[in-house]
């Protein structure tokens, strides 16, 4: 029991020590800290150095794979069943070339960087082509998913093409 009151004083003694140290402004454990402030400041140097990453812009994600129609929303009504084995290859001389319903349908399109918009053609008179054949604002990409909108009228109008 003695031995126990004795340790129990021991830790009282040192918290008391570290808590006279703290008050008194005297670094516990000088070392430790030096590795700290230093680790500290060469993390926030390599963090600060980083040049910001620039977004993906449509071309740079679109050329790079085939894309299918995910999703198509045409006001209130999901039309994505009309795109079913729909392929869209977007090339970097501004071609595209659409094979889908039996048929391999070519067009153009081309992107504005500033605008965030990319305007789409596909030489076809299929309403699943005329309704692509716009512009289309561009939501955001991924390299998996290419998000389109057409906010122009309410309720939005919407293709994600995703990667197959």
Known sequence: MCDQIKKSNDYGNDFQHKLASVIQNRPLNSQKM???????LFVFFFISCREPETPPTFATLAVQNTWKAGYV????NIITGLYNGWRFTFNSDGT?????????MNGTWEENVAARKVQLFINSSSLPAVFVSREWDIVFLTPTRLKLADNRFSPVQEIYLDKP
Do not use: E
């Not at 595209?96 to 391999?104: H, K, M, Q």
């Open 96 to 104: 595209l070339i659409v094979n889908g319903g039996g048929s391999t």
């Open 34 to 40: 030096k590795y700290a402030s230093t680790f500290i």
């Open 73 to 76: 929303r045409d006001n209130s």
